[in-house]
């Protein structure tokens, strides 16, 4: 099926009246004769104006050529007919159970991967976690109406966001044991807070301990708290830091390019991508927030002394500190397959979705072949026949 | 001169032709035309010196035998014909066929003349031309034998077909010398009606006139297709027609103008004969010359 991708462009067709005023108002080649019996020739048929086409072929010619570059124009390109398949799809979600899923639909249907490019079940799949709503919205806007859809997914469905999921098609939403494969995130439990102290600022690290106190009281045995002095080396595993000391070393800051997180106090440098994480109570920046490569860094305005920092006596600070430490909470991904069905949306709403996505293939150049060959054909006709009248 | 005007086949042909006037009857002279005063009128006028071309047998013997020199005897009648030939020179006749086209309407009315020329120099008749235009016309008087012929063959040669119509006065002036009992042939394509108002002028007169109309081919039988600017030739006039669309309606009334000239002639007395360029010449001249043209 053919679709125009600028329709505006077929206004060039208007161009076709100019060949035919060409083949129309052209003048008839009127032969001087002198004729002595000129008195006898009627002069009512003096106004010949017969509405006489000249060269039809050339004419046609000449339309088709104009018709097939407004054509052109209007960037036609073909439906491609590698979605266009007869059988219902079933789209079986990476990580669902597929023998289970056999035996509640059975071996009808074309079998696919819920994964980009849609591959059949015999393809191999990366082990990566797939965009799951991102792709059940790209599968709908592709496949043509009418089509019923089978969705296979597995009990714990990861890859969703904050929308819910609209299909225009009817489908099925079969939930079958499993799980999505997950990215590998750190344990929840086991955290471990490095400080590295200066011993002048010793009296900070009460502060520490405290705070780490407090969040083993909320969740008992998560953290622990590993102080040393500032030459201590950090382990490879470390993920949080907080230096209580002069300016960092270099090998810490590549430790934190590398994706660490350090508090440091105090510091001094402002740059001026970083964001404000605490205030105090009038309103001044207690401390910043700085992206370092895929680490960050946080740094206080003052030592860690309740007369530079009274927010260390509020009652919050152990939950500011871990929240600090821990970063944004990433948006929840998984859900259960049975909540996150997704809606029927109006088929209304859905025609708009089907002309953005679908596989299309554009055939200018053959087109363009066509008009060159027409153009051609074109000038030998008209010089030909001009040879062959003036002989 | 005259050898090119007329070809060899039709100067063959000229003779069985002659001129007889329907008024000849009674006049005198050594002309052929019967007369019943035989031998009569041969009223002295002149002597002139001999010329080559003249017959031997007008010498006067005697006078040679006094002055060792040869003159011929001019008597003021010799021949009761007088024949005028009027050949219409506008630029009408320079009309042409596209089959043909470097035969032009007047040089077959050249050859024409000088066929009729030749035949009344055979019958010792006097013949004279006129050529009737608005430019340079064209007029030999009265003259008879070779010599004559040859004149009027050379002027003839060198004319051209221009103009339109000549005036009236024009007319007069050659109506003037054109003696009552002439015979007076017109040849023109008759387009014009003035042509055949100075022939009628002559017919009133009570002088013997024939007319012949030369027409072309492409007039009888318009032939023509697509487009075409026809310009009139004399008027400058032009019509911008498509050929085959007026082609039946111009045949129509071309065929009625032809018509109605012959309608006017033979109410005026006036022998017509038609000649149109893709025919033999000699046929125009036997029609022309007919007895029954000439008796009507």
Known sequence: ???????????????????????????????????????????????????????????????????????????????????????????????????????????????????????SLDAQLASAPTPTASLLRELDAQLPAGRKLT????????????????????????????????????????????VRFDADQAAGLDYLRAAVAAWNVRVPACCTLDAQSLATPLPADARWLVWLGADLPADVTAWVEQGGVALVAPQAAKDGDANVLWRDRGGTPLAYEHSRGAGRLISLSGRLDPAQMPLLLDDDFAQRLFDALRGPTPAPTRASAAAVEPLHAAAAAASDVRQVGRALRAFDPWLALLISALLLAERWLATRRRRGART | MSSTLIAPELRARLRELRISSRRSAGGDGLGQHSSRSRGAGLEFAQYRAYEPGD?????????????????????????????????????????????????????????????????????????????????????????????????????????????????????????????????????????????????????????EVRALQLLAADERDFPFSGGHRFIDPESGQERRVDAPAVRKDFLARFGEARAALAR?????????????????????????LSDAGARR
Not at chain 1, 16 to 35: A, K, S, W
Not at chain 1, 86 to 106: C, E, M, N, Q
Not at chain 1, 151 to 175: K, M, N, S, T, Y
Request: aromatic share 8%; proline share 6%.
């Open chain 1, 1 to 119: 099926m053919m679709l125009l991708l600028a329709p505006l462009g077929l206004l060039a067709l208007f161009a076709l009246v100019i060949p035919f005023v060409l083949h129309l108002v052209r003048r008839q080649q009127l032969t001087d004769t002198e004729f002595a019996a000129l008195r006898w020739i009627s002069l009512r048929t003096q106004p010949q104006r017969h509405l006489r086409i000249e060269r039809p072929w050339l004419l046609l010619l000449r339309l088709l050529l104009l018709a097939l570059l407004a054509l052109l124009l209007a960037q036609p390109v073909l439906e491609s007919k590698s979605v266009d398949r007869d059988a219902d799809w079933v789209v079986v979600a990476p990580g669902a159970d597929l023998a289970a899923a056999r035996s509640r639909i059975g071996g009808a249907g074309e079998w696919r991967w819920l994964a980009p490019g849609f591959p």
């Open chain 1, 151 to 194: 969705l296979v997914v597995p009990e714990q469905l990861d890859g969703l966001d904050g929308e819910r999921v609209q299909l225009a098609h009817a489908f099925d939403w079969i939930v079958v044991p499993g799980q999505s494969p997950a990215v590998a995130t750190m344990p929840a439990e086991k955290r471990q807070l490095f």
């Open chain 2, 264 to 288: 006017d002639c033979t109410a005026l007395g006036i022998a017509l004969a038609t000649h149109v360029l893709d025919e033999p010449p000699e046929r125009a001249l036997r029609e022309l």
């Open chain 2, 55 to 207: 017959e031997p047998r007008r010498i006067d013997w005697k006078l040679y035998g006094r002055s060792d020199r040869f003159f011929v005897r001019e008597a003021e009648r010799d021949s009761p014909l007088d024949l005028w030939l009027l050949l219409d020179a506008t630029a009408s006749m320079r009309q042409a066929d596209k089959a043909q086209p470097t035969l032009r309407k007047f040089d077959r009315a050249c050859t024409l003349a000088a066929c009729l020329i030749e035949i009344a120099l055979r019958q010792g008749d006097r013949f004279a031309l006129a050529t009737l235009s608005s430019q340079s016309p064209l007029l030999i008087a009265p003259g008879r034998g070779a010599r004559h012929r040859d004149h009027v063959a050379l002027e003839l040669s060198r004319s051209t077909a221009e103009g339109n119509w000549p005036t009236s006065s024009a007319e007069g002036v050659i109506g003037a010398r054109i003696a009552a009992h002439a015979l007076v042939i017109v040849i023109s394509d008759f387009f014009d009606p003035a042509a055949f108002d100075f022939m009628r002028r002559f017919a009133g007169a009570g002088r």
